[in-house]
Structures are given as C-alpha cells and as structure tokens.
C-alpha cells in the first residue's frame, strides 16, 4: 500500500511523525516498509500490508491509524468514529439484491447537475505520486476515496442508465452464462454464473463485474451531468475467483478479496459525494442503502493471565488496559478478564489469540525475553536424515556443490491435473535430467569460477508410477553429477563418479546399487537407507570455517591462457605470484592446469580470468595486461610457449 505523508497528516495532524519515524515504528510493531520515495513535494512511503490487516490498512486512513496506535497518538481526525447516515432517502435510485451471500450490502447515491472535467491540480497531484492515472474529476474522486478510506466505489453516468416510472434501478447478481461485458479499459469480457454483475435493474444489461472493475455502458464523459454513485460490499472468495478467472487483478478487487467490513459503506459514500459536489458542482438528490444482514464484531474474552502466559510477560491489569485503549477496541471488564469487541473495521479479531497478539505487537516484542526450552530426549534417530546429511559431508569435503532443481518437469510420467506452468506439468521421474541441465548451464562458467570440473549433487524425492500403473509412488533419490570438458560428457566423468561411489560406500557401509550413465550417477536412497546400519546417535556438528560473501560481477569475463618454460628449481607458486604482480586490477583469478618436465626444464600452463565490475572489458584492455605479464616473465629469462 502506497501512502503520502502529507495524505498522512489529515488524520495525524501537525502530531505526524517523519516519514523515517513513521517506518521505524511500522516495521517494530506493524509492517514491513519497502521503500520511501521523495516524489516533487510529496514524500510516498510503501507499506507491505499481509492479507490479515488488508480488510483495514489498505488505506491511508488504516495506515494512519496504525501509525498513531504504534506511536502511542491519536487521530485528530478518524471519519469512522464520526456519525454519518446516508440521508435524504431518495425514490429515484433502487437497488437489488438477487443474492444476499454474494453481495452482503449494495448502497447508491442520485447526484445531478455536476460538470465532469479535469480535477483539480491537488487531487490529480497525489493521485499521480500514488502510480495513479488521473481521468477527470469524477472518476478520480472515486478513486481518491477508496485510497483515503479503502472502499471501492464506482459512478455510472445516470442518463445511460434506463429511466422508468422516474426511478433508476440497480441490481447485484449473478451473471449469466456466457454473458459478456466490456470493461472501461475496453476489454471484452466472457462471464459464467460464478461471477456477480451489477446490472441495470430494468433491462438486465451488466453495467460493472461487482467488486472489481466497471463496465463501458455507462461510463463517465465530459458530458455527463447526473450520476449514480454506487458502492457495495462483495464476497471475497468470490471476487478473488472471479478477478483470476478473469484475469483482472484490480485494486478494488484487491480490497473485496480481503474481506472489508459492508460497515465502511456509508462513510464512503457520503465521502464521495462531498467531494464530487466540492469538485465537479452539483447536488445530492438522495441515497438508497440496502443491508439485509447486519454485520458486528463479536466480544472476546481475554484474561490478564493468559496474556502473560502466551507472552512471557509480566504486565498488570492498568498496562494492559491501556493498551487495548491504544487499540481503539472497546472493552468491559468482568471478573479477572476483559471482554473485548474490535471497531468494525478490525475484521481479523476473532479469538482470544487476535488480542493478545496485538497487546504483545504494540508493547514491543524486544520486551520480550528470550527463554531457553527445556531440552527434550530424542526418542529416535531418523535414518534417512542422518545418512542424507553423512553424505553431504563426503560428497562437500571431495569439492561437490549441493544443488535444488525443480520438481516439476515439461514431460514425464506423472501428469499433474493443475500444471503451475506450461513447461511445469508434470512431476520428475530422476535426478539426472535436471542434474544434466545443471552441468550444462554451469560449465561454461569453470574458469571464471577457478575450477577444472563442475561437481554436483542433490537429494531429492522423485515420482513414478506403482507396479500395477494405478497409483503414484515416490521416494528419495541421490543424484551425482560431474563434468570435465567443456565440449560436453567424457568417458573420464564416469571414472570420477565410481571413485566417488567407492568413497561414499566406504563411509557409509553398504553399497550404493547406483546406476552411472554419461556423467551423472543415480541411486534410490530410501531403499537405500533400509540396508545401512540403524544409527543409534547423530555425530556431532563440526562448525565450518568462516566464509566471506561478496558481489559478483555481471560483466562478462575474460579468460588467457598462458604456457612457459622455466629452469627446473622454479616452483609454480614462483611463477604465480610474478603474473599476479604484473596482471594488473584486472586479474580475477590464475589457474595452473597443466605441468611437465624435460630436458631439466619444466612447463607451466596457467589460465588467467579477467573481469571487471563496473564494465566490459575491450581486448585492448586484455591484451594490455598480457603485454604486463609477457614482459615480466622474459625479463626473468623464462621462454614464452
């Protein structure tokens, strides 16, 4: 949720903390911050808000509220505590409701004589510092509204509606099969009965796909002059499917998914309608409001005993009550407990936990202390762990990388019924296709790495097919990987492999009945696991070395080789050494991959890597440092192959 601070400030008053106050105190007791961007004059600070506080914080007003719950303030002005009611009733406007479980309240505003144009240089302003497009007054104020208090709401042009008996009709239902609408972004739309419309109550034609974007019928032009205002209150798993199906992932459906309480409608409503009068003239004939099912928070009960319990705190009854306070819950108090009811916006307060995670969030988790659990024996040894994790040690200290691929292949022999992607539609069969791409994707990258092979390996479960093809059967597989050339497998790959089969054999007391096949070894580790001594302790963790991580360069590297003829006494380390005195900043990394002697004088390959993190590099560049190094190394009188 994108908010402004200075939007902030309506609510907050001159009392408004920086916006570096404000994410100190949102990020210790609310929510993450991921950034804050100074925007012209306006400063927008964006807020991660998880799906259990969207129903209130998907607003500037619920942000505020936080802010002032957090920062121990208060609201100098909090619409919602104020008493509106959607007065004069008007005879010009009905609404419908065909099903009260889809839409659970559906309210409407007659407003005549405004003049639709651009909006005024304040609102556009914000809108646009919010990533907001500004259309014309009208529709922005819809939209500012639902920013300020996180109410959709949506205006429809009066005179495109059908006028009969001198009554407009809107009505909530469900759409019909294969009916079609197109969006005011002008996209055509194919419904189905699991998808609710608003439609004109008198010729049935869908004008808005309800709770998630309007429809063209009747949309707001500079020639407008009357309008019905309508704002109603969704299903929210409905609205979610319908907003995927459709592939409209808008922000007012956004809000209805998260389950906004049918109570923040009359604020709105009445919201909009001063500010569309303030902005584009006009009058207010009347509402229209029907709400067939009042909804009210329930009362929670909660005690000062399980607070403390669950918090492992040591608060009295006075500071816990000053916290539900800060809350803006209402409360009773009764006996040794408080009954607690959340303000209707609050809709994720339901048990005695949803409190006492909010006493704990707002008094500050640093308060408190870190206890050790008491240990508890372990009962048994988990075969499949303990092995899994005594062969990762073998395979990491003979130089292997552990890799995780994907479960989910393009084809094999398990199809899933809801494929995540189109290359993700089925469940891996092995280990080595995945573990082969993975040679594939990181050889090119050995001498930037400093390597002479790329050494792989994963534990991993894999899917088949049981003996009699009715059902799906799976276990852990080990997958080893290695390859050697560049040009791709080599008979030597398999070589490495059996050696590091006899390695692992060894050390864990039974053979592996792997298959090895072009480089990548295979075996099934759960069956694995029941031929192998049962270990009746784990061996002791062995803290590694201390590693450093650091950035790596995206520019492309450079590799040189380099061959030489040096006196017979001269070390490799000796020859080392002067090319990296000479290299230049350039020299990533020096590899000695081949070595031999004759005639009392012994030859040196090495293969040198260049890169640089700010750029390119130019064979110039390159050709420079070779230049370096050749020069050093025949001033030593070493000849150059």
């Known amino acids: 949720m994108k908010v402004l601070h200075s939007w902030l400030k309506e609510y907050l008053g001159e009392s408004t903390p920086s916006a570096l106050d404000i994410e100190r105190a949102l990020t210790f007791h609310a929510f993450e911050i991921e950034e804050i961007v100074e925007k012209g004059q306006e400063t927008m600070i964006d807020v991660k808000i ?11 007003l619920g942000i505020a509220r936080e802010i002032a719950t957090c920062s121990n303030l208060s609201l100098t002005h909090d619409p919602f505590r104020e008493t509106v009611s959607l007065e004069p009733k008007t005879q010009s406007v009905t609404v419908t409701i065909e099903d009260d479980t889809a839409c659970r309240r559906l309210a409407a505003a007659h407003v005549q004589g405004v003049e639709v144009g651009a909006s005024p240089l304040w609102l556009r302003e914000r809108l646009e510092a919010l990533g907001q497009r500004s259309i014309n007054n009208v529709v922005d104020a819809t939209n500012y509204v639902m920013l300020s208090l996180g109410q959709p709401l949506h205006a429809y042009d009066a005179d495109k509606l059908s006028l009969k008996d001198g009554t407009y009709a809107l009505t909530a239902r469900r759409a019909r099969s294969d009916e079609k609408i197109t ?12 998808i609710q419309v608003i439609a004109d109550g008198h010729t049935d034609v869908p004008l808005a796909i309800a709770g998630i974007k309007g429809g063209a019928h009747a949309e707001i032009t500079e020639a407008t002059t009357a309008l019905v205002l309508e704002a109603g209150n969704f299903d929210p798993q409905l609205t979610r499917k319908a907003a995927q199906f459709l592939k409209l992932p808008t922000d007012a459906a956004k809000r209805f998914e998260n389950n906004i309480s049918p109570d923040v409608i009359p604020y709105a ?3 909009l309608v001063r500010l569309v009068i303030e902005i584009a003239g006009g009058s207010v004939r009347g509402f229209v409001d029907l709400y067939p099912h009042q909804e009210q928070n329930e009362e929670v009960r909660v005690s000062l005993v399980d607070i403390n319990a669950r918090l492992g705190l040591s608060l009295n009854t006075s500071a816990v009550s000053a916290l539900i306070d800060r809350l803006g819950f209402s409360k009773r108090e009764e006996s040794d407990a408080w009954y607690v009811r959340a303000p209707f916006e609050r809709r994720d307060i339901r048990i005695p936990a949803d409190v006492i995670e909010e006493v704990g969030r707002v008094y500050g988790y640093e308060h408190v202390t870190a206890v050790m659990p008491n240990t508890v024996a372990l009962t048994e040894i988990h075969a499949q762990y303990y092995y ?15 890799v995780i691929t994907s479960s989910f292949r393009k084809k094999d022999t398990i199809e899933l019924q809801n494929a995540l992607a189109s290359d993700k539609g089925y469940l891996r069969s092995t280990l ?4 082969t791409e993975a040679l594939d994707r990181n050889m090119p990258n050995v001498d930037l790495l400093g390597l002479s092979r790329v050494a792989l390996f994963e534990i991993g479960t894999v ?11 799976e276990h852990v597989s080990l997958g080893i990987a290695v390859r050697t050339k560049q040009q791709g497998y080599t008979p030597k790959d398999d070589a490495h492999l059996k050696e590091i089969e006899e390695i692992l054999e060894t050390s864990l007391g039974g053979p592996l009945n792997a298959k090895i096949e072009h480089g990548v070894l295979e075996c099934d580790l759960t069956a694995l696991v ?22 790596y360069s995206t520019y492309p590297f450079v590799s040189r080789d380099i061959a030489l003829w040096v006196p017979e006494d001269i070390t490799d380390t000796h020859v080392r050494t002067l090319i990296e005195d000479n290299a230049g900043p350039l020299l990533l990394s ?9 005639d009392g004088r012994t030859s040196y390959a090495f293969r040198l890597i260049f890169q640089s993190s700010e750029r390119t590099l130019t064979d110039a560049e390159v050709g420079e440092s070779m230049q370096h190094i050749s020069a050093a190394l025949m001033g030593k009188h070493f000849e150059i192959r």
């Open 530 to 551: 029941g031929t192998l001594p049962i270990p009746h302790s784990y061996e002791e963790y062995v803290t590694p070395a201390q590693v450093v991580f650091k950035p």
């Open 388 to 402: 899994s994790e005594k062969i990762r040690h073998v395979l990491i200290a003979q130089g292997f990388s552990e």
């Open 183 to 194: 969006t005011l972004a002008h996209e055509d739309c194919v419904l189905n009965a699991s």
């Open 590 to 598: 020096i590899r000695l991959f081949d070595t031999f002697s004759k």
């Open 269 to 271: 409503l009445t919201e």
């Open 50 to 60: 998880l799906p259990d506080r969207a129903a209130d914080c998907l607003s500037h």
């Open 463 to 473: 899917f088949g097919k049981t003996s009699d093809n009715h059902d799906v059967s």
């Open 432 to 435: 080595t296709t995945n573990l």
